[in-house]
């Protein structure tokens, strides 16, 4: 792996919110995070920490899209996927 090239993740779950996940830089760092936000999401529970390369898979997100957002704003988000509409 090209370490210059990788990006450090820190993965949290939302215990208030569902399927919700808020990645950033540096662990147990919410400086980014809109106080709005952080209040949504509620009590935060740690789950992993990851080198992010453009050419790792994550399950649900485009590791590109999580890659800038932690550049630009310095967390990502991860909402659940939409449910399917009933008939």
Known sequence: MNTESTTLCVI???LK???AYIYTQEK????????????????????????????RKLAREDV???????????FHLQLPPPKPELM
């Open 28 to 55: 147990d760092d919410f400086s980014h995070i809109p106080e709005e936000l952080l209040k949504t999401l509620g009590q935060l529970e740690f789950v992993m920490e990851l080198g992010l390369t453009p050419e």
């Open 64 to 74: 590109n899209k999580v890659i800038h957002n932690l550049s630009v704003q310095g």
């Open 17 to 19: 919110k569902p399927d």
């Open 12 to 14: 949290y779950k939302s």
